[in-house]
């Protein structure tokens, strides 16, 4: 099973994945390539550093965002994957990405959709004083998180969490959850 990860940011759940394909425990996954949306990330740095193939398609280089979008879908689809993983990845794709990857699109989300979707899920949870969020992962269609979930797992939020101490411990999480969901996917499931 051939996948694109697309990141916008530190990778640590990219990571993750690179080591389960990278000792075997994430068997018959090949990252094509990895790809972000801006110059720099640190995503796309340990990727290099792994050896991986990794693209820019940078959102500021467009003055349209369809032609962002256009872009983006034409990147990805050169590599023929099987799946594209939005993994930490802060950009809505458009109808034609969509479209082009049709329920191949996975998603990963800090907070039990429908539930907090958006850019900030694990601060929004905080700020609302829910007891207990956790992580999603989804099929990903033209809406802001929203789509058929996958593999759902709450996580208790203690008194004393921050945004940044409740995220590392969503992110362990969400870990587990996206490589097995990628194991899944892997056996046809
Ligand atoms: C992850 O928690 C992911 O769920 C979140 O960004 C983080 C990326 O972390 N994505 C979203 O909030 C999308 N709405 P990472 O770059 O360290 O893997």
Not at 144 to 168: C, M, N, S
């Amino acid at each position: 099973m051939r996948i694109v990860v697309l990141v916008s940011g530190t990778g640590s759940n990219l990571q993750a994945v690179i080591d389960a394909v990278q000792d075997g425990s994430l068997a018959n996954v090949e990252i094509a390539a990895v790809g972000a949306d801006k110059h720099g990330t640190l995503g796309v740095e340990r990727s290099a550093q792994a050896g991986i193939e990794t693209f820019v398609v940078n959102f500021k280089d467009f003055e349209d965002r369809a032609d962002w979008n256009h872009a983006l879908t034409e990147k990805c689809l050169s590599y023929a994957p099987d799946y594209v993983v939005s993994s930490g990845f802060m950009r809505i794709v458009g109808e034609e990405f969509i479209n082009a990857f049709d329920g191949t699109y996975i998603n990963t989300h800090p907070a039990l959709l429908p539930s907090f979707p958006g850019a900030h899920g694990v601060r929004d949870a905080l700020a609302y004083g829910v007891k207990v969020t956790g992580c999603t992962v989804h099929i990903a269609d033209t809406g802001v998180d929203t789509g058929p979930i996958l593999r759902q797992e709450a996580v208790a939020i203690e008194d004393d969490d921050t945004e940044d101490t409740l995220h590392e411990r969503i992110k362990v999480v969400e870990r587990r959850l996206l490589i097995a969901t990628l194991a899944d996917l892997a056996q046809g499931k």
